[in-house]
């Protein structure tokens, strides 16, 4: 039954998306000259499918309120201005609720969005442009339970609401401004210097150090490794624990060897040319060049300011301790 519910819903949304036409571009015009706000209504579950659209174009920076219909007959239609815009939605088109705020919102010259599966009722009559839903039956046995025709008007909310993004020329940033708390907000505001706490986040040697002072540095850091400069203070490589662990799995001859070693110059055990990132870099981008790095994950990366001079360094410890999940969609 689950599966015949779901191939139901999903072969309704395919008619629904072959009846976008004109009228569908005339709402989203309407919906883009609108110098007020965008009034939604609905009854019942339309009543909830119209909330989501409300928040969805809310979230999107178009001034959007859900208005109840029953309250707006009580009284709250003294919300609606001449400026404003009237998207209601009743699958039968006769709701009683929705049909009674017409006329007083026709009286003040607000235009009306309808979406309805009658073509022919009060509802599209009185409609400027008319979103009109597929002829499908709803998914339960009985064709009695709001169901299909919630998932098409919740779809085509959907619609209207990425279209408009479009239309408007919406950017990531601007929704940053709506969405500042959560992961949401995190990912699209935070930045890799937000991370770093002064001299405790960057570790740094110089390329004619010796082995045993990188040593000392990671260790007392504790970020996995230090990053590595050459005479002019640009990043020259790092050297990570990775690279430690290597450093002492070389064939050993004996004491003599190991303090060798240690005397050896950073420069010859470095990696050149490590991958980095900026401070200003979003710190969700960093943390999918780590993940995504080829031929394997890095553990490590240095931030780096405009002229490749270490900021600091940040280890994937550091970006699940700021709320990100390594490995899963944020």
């Known amino acids: ?19 976008i036409d004109e ?16 009034i939604i209504s609905g009854m ?15 979230s999107t920076g178009i001034a959007t309120h859900f208005m109840h219909p029953a309250e707006g007959v009580h009284g709250d239609l003294g919300v609606v201005h001449k400026h404003d815009l009237l998207l ?18 026709g009286s003040v010259g607000v235009p009306v969005i309808a979406i309805t599966r009658n073509a022919e009722s009060t509802l599209a009559r009185h409609s400027d442009a008319l979103l009109l839903l597929a002829d499908a039956p709803e998914a339960d046995p009985h064709n009695l339970v709001p169901t299909t025709s919630t998932t098409l008007t919740l779809a085509l909310g959907d619609a ?15 929704f940053a401004v709506f969405h500042p708390s ?45 990053s590595i400069v050459g005479a002019d203070g640009r990043l020259a490589g790092i050297l990570t624990d990775g690279d430690v662990r290597r ?30 990132i900026r401070g200003d870099d979003l710190a969700y981008d960093a943390l999918q060049l780590m993940e995504n790095h080829r031929p394997r994950p890095i553990m490590v990366l240095p931030v780096l300011d405009g002229e490749d001079r270490p900021l600091g360094m940040i280890n994937i410890h550091t970006l699940l301790q700021a709320g990100f999940k390594a490995g899963k969609q944020q």
């Open 23 to 38: 009228q569908f571009c005339r709402a989203c015009r309407l919906i883009y000259d609108c110098r007020g706000r965008v």
């Open 44 to 58: 019942g579950k339309s009543g909830h499918i119209a909330q989501k659209i409300a928040a969805s174009l809310t």
């Open 247 to 276: 450093v002492f799995r070389r064939p050993s001859s004996g004491e003599s060897t190991v303090a060798e070693v240690m005397q050896t110059p950073v420069s010859e055990l470095m990696t050149r040319e490590p991958s980095s």
């Open 1 to 19: 039954m689950a599966r015949d519910v779901l191939a139901s819903e999903s072969s309704a949304l395919l008619l629904q998306r072959d009846l």
């Open 160 to 174: 209207l609401t990425i279209t408009l993004m479009q239309m408007r020329g919406f950017t990531p940033e601007e």
């Open 182 to 226: 959560g992961m949401l907000g995190k990912r699209l505001t935070l930045r890799v210097a937000d991370l770093l706490r002064g001299d405790e986040t960057n570790p740094v040697i110089s390329h004619d150090s010796i082995f045993s002072h990188a040593l000392e540095v990671i260790t007392s850091h504790a970020l996995g490794g230090t």
């Open 88 to 105: 209601a939605i009743s699958n039968s088109g006769e709701t009683a609720e929705i049909t009674s705020l017409l006329g007083p919102v």
